[in-house]
Nanobody, 125 residues
Framework: QVHLVESGGGSVQAGGSLRLSCAQSGPPASSVFMGWFRQAPGKEREEVAR????????YYADSVKGRFTITRDNAVNTVTLEMHNLKPDDTAMYYCVGSPRPWWLPGYSPEPSYWGQGTQVTVSS
C-alpha cells in the first residue's frame, strides 16, 4: 500500500510560481512510478506530469511543458512539482499519484493505483 500526502498548494496571481510536494510512504520510493494529475470543476481530469522510478524519464502534458518540472528524491520519498508562469487555466485540484506499474503503457491499468487527497491551486488573472 502506498500512502501519498500532498502539500504546497495555494493561491497566486498569473505569472507566479508554486511548488507542490508529495510525501510517499509504504514500499521503497524507487519501486513506484509517480506523477501528478489535476482536475478543474467541469473539466476532465488531466495527467500533468509523471516521472519514472529512477527519475531518468519524465512526461509533461503539452499544456504545462516548459513551465512545470517534476522531480523526485527517492532518498526522502518525495516528489515535487515546480510550477512557474502560472495561468488561470492551471487552476485545479492537483493530485499526487503513484503506482508500481507504468499506467500509461498498453497492457497495464489505465490509471495509477494510488492517489493523494489533493491540494488546491488557484491562479487569478
Amino acid at each position: 500500500q502506498v500512502h501519498l500526502v500532498e502539500s504546497g498548494g495555494g493561491s497566486v496571481q498569473a505569472g507566479g510560481s508554486l511548488r507542490l510536494s508529495c510525501a510517499q510512504s509504504g514500499p521503497p520510493a524507487s519501486s513506484v512510478f509517480m506523477g501528478w494529475f489535476r482536475q478543474a470543476p467541469g473539466k476532465e481530469r488531466e495527467e500533468v506530469a509523471r516521472i519514472n522510478r529512477s527519475a531518468g524519464n519524465t512526461y509533461y502534458a503539452d499544456s504545462v511543458k516548459g513551465r512545470f518540472t517534476i522531480t523526485r528524491d527517492n532518498a526522502v520519498n518525495t516528489v515535487t512539482l515546480e510550477m512557474h508562469n502560472l495561468k488561470p487555466d492551471d487552476t485545479a485540484m492537483y493530485y499526487c499519484v503513484g503506482s508500481p506499474r507504468p499506467w500509461w503503457l498498453p497492457g497495464y491499468s489505465p490509471e495509477p493505483s494510488y492517489w493523494g487527497q489533493g491540494t488546491q491551486v488557484t491562479v487569478s488573472s
